[in-house]
C-alpha cells in the first residue's frame, strides 16, 4: 500500500513537473489527459479518487479509535505506537496524492484556457491585420478613385472651355451668316430694281424708236 502511494506521488510530481515547463513530453501528457477526461476516464478517476476517500477515513477513523484508546489505558503500547504511526503516514500519503491529482485537474484546466485564449488572440490579430491591410486596400483604392475624379474633373473643364469656343464660333457664325443673308437680300432688291430700270430704258427706247419711225414717215409723205 505505502509503495503504491510513494508511486502514484511520484508519478503525480512527474506529471506537474511535465505541465510546468513546455516540453515536447508536455503536448503528449496534454493530449493524454483530454482523452482521459473523455468517456469512461472521468467515472474511473471518480471511482480511484472515492476509493482513497474511503480509505483515507478509515485510517483517520482507525486513529481516532487508537487515540481514544490510549486515552482511555493512559498507555501507549508499542503495537499501538507502530500502528498510529502507519495510520498517519498512509492518511498523510493518500491526502497528498489527492492534492496532487487536484493540482494536475487544475494545471491542465489553466493550460487549455491558456491554449484557447492564445488562439483566440491570434484570430483577433489576424482579423485586425486583415482589416488593416483591407483599410489600406481602401485607402489605396480611394486615393486612386480621387486621381481619377480629378482627372475627369479636368477633362469636363477641357470640353466645357472647347464646347464655350464652338459656342463662340457658331455664334460668330450664326452673325456671318444673317449679315451675307441681309447682303443678299440687297443684292435682291438691287437686282429687282436694276430689272425694273432695264425695263424702263427698253420700253423707253421702244417708245423712241416708234416717235422716229412715225417722224421719218411723215418726212416722206
Do not use: W
Amino acid at each position: 500500500m505505502l509503495q503504491l502511494l510513494y508511486f502514484a506521488i511520484f508519478g503525480e510530481m512527474l506529471l506537474i513537473l511535465t505541465l510546468l515547463f513546455r516540453t515536447p513530453l508536455r503536448k503528449l501528457v496534454i493530449v493524454s489527459l483530454d482523452h482521459l477526461k473523455r468517456g469512461r476516464g472521468p467515472v474511473v478517476v471518480t471511482t480511484v479518487g472515492v476509493t482513497l476517500m474511503v480509505v483515507l477515513s478509515s485510517s483517520l477513523y482507525s486513529i481516532a479509535k487508537i487515540r481514544q484508546r490510549v486515552v482511555e489505558v493512559g498507555i501507549l503500547n508499542p503495537t499501538d505506537q507502530v500502528l498510529i504511526s502507519k495510520h498517519i503516514l498512509e492518511a498523510s500519503l493518500m491526502g497528498f496524492v489527492l492534492f496532487l491529482a487536484m493540482m494536475i485537474d487544475r494545471l491542465h484546466h489553466y493550460i487549455r484556457e491558456l491554449r484557447l485564449l492564445r488562439k483566440t488572440m491570434e484570430a483577433v490579430k489576424k482579423q485586425s491585420r486583415s482589416f488593416e491591410d483591407g483599410k489600406n486596400g481602401n485607402s489605396e483604392e480611394h486615393k486612386v478613385l480621387t486621381g481619377e475624379i480629378a482627372t475627369l474633373k479636368a477633362k469636363v473643364k477641357e470640353l466645357e472651355s472647347a464646347c464655350e469656343v464652338k459656342g463662340s464660333k457658331a455664334m460668330a457664325l450664326e452673325t456671318e451668316v444673317e449679315a451675307l443673308r441681309k447682303q443678299s437680300e440687297g443684292f435682291l432688291m438691287e437686282y429687282d430694281r436694276l430689272v425694273a430700270d432695264n425695263q424702263n430704258l427698253q420700253s423707253q427706247l421702244e417708245a423712241i424708236d416708234q416717235s422716229s419711225m412715225h417722224l421719218d414717215s411723215r418726212k416722206n409723205i
